[in-house]
């Protein structure tokens, strides 16, 4: 059974601080995904990474994959309120569109003034 | 910007009632989703639909639920007998044809289930 793990669950921090959410996964895989939710909203994707190596960056975000480590993170950078929200990955775990994501428990980020 | 619609954005049942989830994916996707969140928990894969059939399903979607898309349009979710445990808000979501590799899904903004 994949499993997928985030870490943390619960991030605080102030604005301006620089921090790193962590996405460990169980097989091998080399699709991930990032999503974003808003407190009883739907998933916004963010980011899609297909292969070893990739960097992708949006604004104050930026996200990598190692494959061989089954790891996946998303660093904020000078983070401001309106990045509070709760930050999900998810593992494709055999590519293709029928099959359907292993998403991880989430991290809630709350950023303070 | 094509959205996934669902409808509708809150229902509530009593325990054992049919609800009939309705979702219409975007128009040029050819892979169709459910999935459910308990409050506060994390996102769970129920089935995934293509080419008029269920490609995979999770341990989640046992007998009491279904889906269908009627028309070529509409994509439905059906639960049989609802239990309590049942509450959670569901989402459709679609995806175009992943031959890039990427199966970036687009989410509907969910239907809330209330089961008493």
């Known amino acids: 059974e994949l499993k997928v793990e985030q870490n943390p669950l619960f991030l605080s921090m102030q604005e301006g601080k620089n921090y790193t959410i962590y996405c460990n996964y169980s097989t091998t895989s080399d699709r991930l995904y990032w999503y974003r939710q808003d407190p009883g909203k739907s998933l916004e994707s963010l980011f899609v990474?297909?292969?070893?190596?990739a960097v992708k960056q949006e604004g104050r975000l930026m996200a990598s994959l190692d494959t061989k480590a089954r790891l996946s993170t998303l660093h904020i950078t000078a983070a401001v309120h309106d990045l509070s929200a709760t930050y999900f990955c998810?593992?494709?775990?055999?590519?293709?569109?029928?099959?359907?994501?292993?998403f991880g428990k989430g991290t809630h980020l709350i950023i303070q003034p | 910007e094509p959205e996934v619609t669902q409808t509708p954005s809150h229902q509530v049942t009593q325990m054992g009632q049919e609800v009939i989830l309705r979702c219409v994916p975007i128009s040029n996707h050819l892979y169709f989703y459910w999935y459910r969140q308990i409050l506060g928990q994390k996102v769970e894969f129920l089935v995934s639909?293509?080419?008029?059939?269920?490609?995979?399903k999770s341990e989640i979607f046992d007998d009491q639920f279904s889906v269908e898309r009627p028309d070529g349009s509409n994509f439905t979710l059906k639960i049989r007998s609802t239990k309590l445990e049942d509450s959670a808000m569901y989402f459709c979501a679609s995806s175009r044809d992943s031959a890039s590799g990427a199966n970036v899904l687009t989410f509907g903004a969910g239907s809330r289930l209330t089961v008493l």
């Open positions: 998810a593992v494709d775990p055999l590519g293709g569109g029928a099959d359907g994501l292993t």
């Open positions: 990474l297909l292969s070893n190596g």
């Open positions: 639909f293509y080419n008029n059939e269920i490609s995979e």
